[in-house]
């Protein structure tokens, strides 16, 4: 199974400290964001990668390489301008292959178990399979519903993680003109037709969307480190 890590974001939210520095570079416990995704992600047993990058995406790729140093082979799929997720997983679509693959946000921060990911039959699932979490304070009105494992549009939302599993043929009906457009746009027919599974995971889940967010997340885990 092969994943794709979302690193094209522009981070405006996160300014100044996104000017110069790419945000997936930004340093948790001293270690950049996106190197605890490859890190988990190596831990499951994923060896193939791809990471789409746009704003100051030389940063990544020349930190990162080939992924050799850190025991998994990264593919870069690098943007002019970003393209939006639905956009820029559209466009790494190739270099993905036929078979579903776990997708990652780069901005946020979780200790979500990807192992259960490698474990499952990816057969079984119809076209994605999202992990929800509890709404934040950001996000209090959440994205989507949950019923009988089955994600829909109901009036108990949660919000989506930023993680799950994506099945290419997902954008094989996909109709539009555009290179930049959401994933929520592709999700949307597959969901309202019940082809979409979930489920809620209860662990540490941060969206690293803004400077307090990232000030906050990162006292934490020096605290918890220096605990230990």
């Not at 693959?101 to 699932?125: C, G, H, N, R, Y």
């Not at 994933?183 to 027919?189: G, I, Q, S």
Request: net charge negative; with cysteine.
């Amino acid at each position: 199974m092969k994943a794709m890590i979302l690193a094209a974001g522009l981070g405006s939210r996160l300014q100044p400290l996104t000017k110069t520095v790419p945000k997936p570079m930004l340093l948790l416990r001293g270690k950049p964001l996106l190197q605890w995704h490859i890190e988990r992600l190596v831990s499951a047993g994923i060896r193939e990668v791809v990471v789409n990058t746009s704003w100051l995406g030389e940063q990544i790729q020349n930190y990162f390489g080939t992924g050799e140093d850190f025991g998994i082979a990264i593919t870069w799929s690098s943007e002019v301008e970003p393209l939006e997720t639905g956009g820029g997983i559209y466009k790494a679509l190739h270099l993905l292959g036929d078979d579903p693959f776990i997708l990652m946000s780069a901005d946020i921060w979780t200790d979500f178990p990807l192992e259960i990911f490698t474990e499952k039959d990816v057969d079984q699932i119809p076209s994605a399979h999202l992990v929800l979490v509890q709404n934040p304070e950001h996000n209090s009105g959440g994205d989507f519903s949950l019923e009988n494992h089955i994600v829909g549009y109901g009036q108990e939302r949660y919000t989506y993680s930023g993680i799950g599993i994506v099945s290419s043929q997902l954008f094989k009906p996909l109709k539009t003109t555009s290179k930049v457009f959401p994933l929520r746009e592709v999700l949307k027919p597959a969901i309202l037709s019940g082809q979409v599974t979930g489920e809620i995971y209860a662990g540490d889940w941060c969206d690293v969307g803004t400077v307090g967010r990232y000030d906050n997340l990162n006292k934490r885990l020096l605290e918890t480190f220096n605990a230990v």
